[in-house]
């Protein structure tokens, strides 16, 4: 406890965001592209920008299941456990046919094997090339990577209640928080650092209480399993058959028997969704006794998370189990906590806005690790001065500084950029995209080793800006289909990544220009002490662009 509340919760709200701040940098950066995961995924298979959009069309979808069942059929082997026909959506305009594999030792699951149907239904697509798509950020925010999921769940756990104690005891320390909102002073060292965590905190202040509480109810299960070991001491099984019996099937029996067409069953589904649109169909252990075929209505527009299903006997078509029209409120307020979290209700001026604000909540971090720093070297500034090397505590930070905050932009053009230059035939792609991610967080680790100075931080700012603006062009060179033809087509979610991508690139871009702009004004000395630093400075080069800011501001203007 410090002298006054006041100054106890400032010493909280510091720690709390300080010791995660570099993991949920990571968190928000991947979580915020995740928003964007099935555009992503779309532009990661260009085999699929020509030919295989299409709409959802509701007099089609006999034929479509009859096609689909008997393509399976044909093609899947016969240790096949699921099949899959997924419909076109609003954001995977697409109709595929895939399979499930046994999983091989050590797997949780199968391989699944994807083929596409072209729009005019003259083929099937079979050839398209292995990534992880979008579907590798989504994971990675709260899955991390190259650790079990149970331990990084944990960690992010850690992190997300952290950040939560940060975000309230920032609230209660914010005495002007409208006042800040508008206020952004230039050219001032540590205070305009402090005036962008407090703009960029304040601004989307809603988003980041929404998504940091409904990211640790996403998991609460997990992180609290008490609950339900108390009222199912002895089978927890009982607790999830109870919670969603329809997922609770039959293990094969090893029986063969005749499958029932898929066809067969639009009279009772239409009986029970009316025109509602499905979005997918599986069936479990096909051509088995206890063979089971589901149902899966497309709810993309509703708030609720809650998937509404038909369950049907696999082999007579009974109707075995449909989703009950009401639950219970405890269920309602889960599905809608994930859905909130998750953005899967909104329309894409929402996911945007989503994206911007998670985008804020990068920029938070990194203003406030980056004030850590300044702070830091402010306290070591003399020492330094006198020719006496940073601290390892200092130059650790300013090197996580320049790693994280730079290195996962980086890292992000690097996988898109490995999902269109490694060879389409390379054993394991889609591990060496996530690889070629972490490979360039690692080397910008590398190079904050040699040097962090205003320089260094400029070069990397225009390197990944000019990684960012070509990578339509990268886009043009290596699909059927660019950045022209997917306007005139109104394929917009690729249109939409090209965009993204110009506009990350000129932000980085024009930072690298306004870094410079920025330091030459705060690096003017005064009369006084020009022959002093200018001795320094032949005595010691500077590696850190936070000693620059440092000499600029003092520590008490920061803090005031």
Same mark, same amino acid.
């Given at each position: 406890?410090?002298?006054?509340?006041?100054?106890?919760?400032?010493? +909280?709200? %510091?720690?709390?965001?300080?010791?995660?701040?570099? #993991?949920?940098l990571l968190i928000f950066f991947a979580g915020s592209l995740s928003y964007f995961r099935h555009e992503m995924s779309l532009w990661a298979e260009p085999e699929l920008h020509r030919g295989a959009f299409q709409d959802y069309q509701v007099d089609q979808i006999a034929n479509q299941l009859e096609k689909g069942q008997s393509y399976i059929e044909t093609h899947s082997a016969p240790t096949t456990q699921?099949?899959?026909?997924?419909?076109? %959506?609003?954001?995977?305009?697409?109709?595929?046919?895939?399979?499930?594999?046994?999983?091989?030792?050590?797997?949780?699951?199968?391989?699944?094997?994807?083929?596409?149907?072209?729009?005019?239904?003259?083929? *099937?697509?079979?050839?398209?090339?292995?990534?992880?798509?979008?579907?590798?950020?989504?994971?990675?925010?709260?899955?991390?990577?190259?650790?079990?999921?149970?331990?990084?769940?944990?960690?992010?756990?850690?992190?997300?209640?952290? !950040?939560?104690?940060?975000?309230?005891?920032?609230?209660?320390?914010?005495?002007?928080?409208?006042?800040?909102?508008?206020?952004?002073?230039?050219?001032?060292?540590?205070?305009?650092?402090?005036?962008?965590?407090?703009?960029?905190?304040?601004?989307?202040?809603?988003?980041?209480?929404?998504?940091?509480?409904?990211?640790?109810?996403? +998991?609460?299960? !997990?992180?609290?399993?008490?609950?339900?070991?108390?009222?199912?001491?002895?089978?927890?099984?009982?607790?999830?058959? &109870?919670?969603?019996?329809?997922?609770?099937? @039959?293990?094969?029996?090893?029986?063969?028997?005749?499958?029932?067409?898929?066809?067969?069953?639009?009279?009772? *589904?239409?009986?029970?969704?009316?025109?509602?649109?499905?979005?997918?169909?599986?069936?479990?252990?096909?051509?088995?006794?206890?063979?089971?075929?589901?149902?899966?209505?497309?709810?993309?527009?509703?708030?609720?998370?809650?998937?509404?299903?038909?369950?049907?006997?696999?082999?007579?078509? @009974?109707?075995?189990?449909?989703?009950?029209? @009401?639950?219970?409120?405890?269920?309602?307020?889960?599905?809608?906590?994930?859905?909130?979290?998750?953005?899967?209700?909104?329309? $894409?001026?929402?996911?945007?806005?989503?994206?911007?604000?998670?985008?804020?909540?990068?920029?938070? #971090?990194?203003?406030?690790?980056? !004030?850590?720093?300044?702070?830091?070297?402010?306290?070591?500034?003399?020492?330094?001065?006198?020719?006496?090397?940073?601290?390892?505590?200092?130059?650790? *930070?300013?090197?996580?500084?320049? !790693?994280?905050?730079?290195?996962?932009?980086?890292?992000?053009?690097?996988?898109?950029?490995?999902?269109?230059?490694?060879? *389409?035939?390379?054993?394991?792609?889609?591990?060496?995209?996530?690889?070629?991610?972490?490979?360039?967080?690692?080397?910008?680790?590398?190079?904050?080793?040699?040097?962090?100075?205003?320089?260094?931080?400029? +070069?990397?700012?225009?390197?990944?800006?000019?990684?960012?603006?070509?990578?339509?062009?990268?886009?043009?060179?290596?699909?059927?289909?660019?950045?022209?033809?997917?306007?005139?087509?109104?394929?917009?979610?690729?249109?939409?990544?090209?965009?993204?991508?110009?506009?990350?690139?000129?932000?980085?871009?024009?930072?690298? %220009?306004?870094?410079?702009? #920025?330091?030459?004004? +705060?690096?003017?000395?005064?009369?006084?002490?020009?022959?002093?630093?200018?001795?320094?400075?032949?005595?010691? $080069?500077?590696?850190?662009?936070?000693? &620059?800011?440092?000499?600029?501001?003092?520590? @008490? &203007?920061?803090?005031?």
């Amino acid at each position: 406890m410090k002298e006054t509340f006041f100054r106890t919760l400032s010493w +909280l709200h %510091t720690w709390a965001g300080l010791l995660v701040c570099w #993991v949920l940098l990571l968190i928000f950066f991947a979580g915020s592209l995740s928003y964007f995961r099935h555009e992503m995924s779309l532009w990661a298979e260009p085999e699929l920008h020509r030919g295989a959009f299409q709409d959802y069309q509701v007099d089609q979808i006999a034929n479509q299941l009859e096609k689909g069942q008997s393509y399976i059929e044909t093609h899947s082997a016969p240790t096949t456990q699921r099949w899959l026909i997924n419909f076109p %959506t609003e954001r995977s305009p697409m109709l595929s046919f895939a399979w499930q594999l046994p999983p091989e030792k050590g797997q949780r699951r199968g391989k699944i094997e994807q083929h596409t149907a072209l729009a005019d239904g003259s083929g *099937v697509i079979t050839d398209v090339r292995d990534s992880r798509g979008g579907d590798f950020f989504y994971r990675l925010h709260f899955d991390l990577h190259y650790m079990s999921a149970i331990t990084a769940r944990y960690i992010v756990g850690v992190c997300t209640m952290f !950040m939560l104690i940060a975000l309230i005891s920032g609230i209660v320390i914010h005495k002007r928080i409208f006042k800040d909102l508008f206020s952004f002073r230039q050219n001032k060292g540590a205070r305009s650092w402090l005036d962008a965590h407090n703009v960029s905190s304040v601004i989307a202040l809603p988003y980041h209480l929404m998504i940091t509480y409904t990211g640790l109810i996403t +998991l609460m299960l !997990m992180y609290i399993p008490w609950t339900v070991s108390t009222a199912y001491p002895e089978d927890n099984q009982a607790f999830l058959k &109870e919670l969603n019996p329809a997922r609770q099937t @039959e293990k094969a029996s090893g029986i063969q028997a005749e499958q029932v067409r898929l066809s067969q069953l639009l009279p009772q *589904v239409k009986a029970e969704w009316g025109d509602a649109p499905i979005k997918q169909v599986i069936i479990s252990y096909p051509k088995d006794q206890n063979s089971q075929v589901t149902f899966y209505q497309n709810t993309g527009k509703e708030v609720t998370d809650e998937s509404s299903i038909l369950v049907f006997n696999g082999v007579t078509g @009974e109707l075995k189990y449909a989703s009950p029209h @009401e639950v219970s409120g405890t269920v309602a307020t889960y599905d809608t906590m994930m859905s909130l979290h998750t953005a899967r209700f909104a329309a $894409p001026l929402l996911r945007i806005l989503f994206f911007f604000c998670g985008l804020l909540g990068c920029a938070m #971090v990194a203003s406030g690790t980056l !004030m850590w720093a300044i702070r830091l070297r402010q306290k070591q500034q003399k020492a330094i001065d006198k020719g006496e090397k940073a601290s390892r505590g200092l130059r650790l *930070v300013e090197g996580l500084n320049f !790693m994280f905050i730079l290195g996962l932009p980086l890292g992000a053009a690097a996988f898109f950029y490995a999902n269109r230059l490694l060879p *389409v035939d390379l054993a394991t792609r889609s591990a060496w995209e996530v690889h070629s991610f972490f490979i360039a967080l690692a080397a910008m680790g590398v190079w904050a080793f040699f040097g962090r100075s205003r320089r260094h931080w400029q +070069l990397a700012l225009m390197l990944i800006g000019v990684l960012y603006c070509a990578l339509p062009v990268l886009n043009a060179f290596t699909s059927p289909s660019h950045f022209i033809d997917n306007i005139r087509s109104q394929q917009w979610a690729l249109v939409g990544f090209d965009i993204v991508a110009l506009l990350l690139g000129s932000a980085m871009l024009f930072a690298s %220009t306004r870094l410079s702009a #920025v330091v030459k004004t +705060l690096q003017k000395p005064s009369q006084k002490n020009t022959a002093t630093a200018e001795k320094v400075r032949r005595k010691q $080069p500077d590696p850190s662009y936070a000693n &620059e800011l440092a000499s600029s501001s003092p520590l @008490e &203007e920061a803090k005031s």
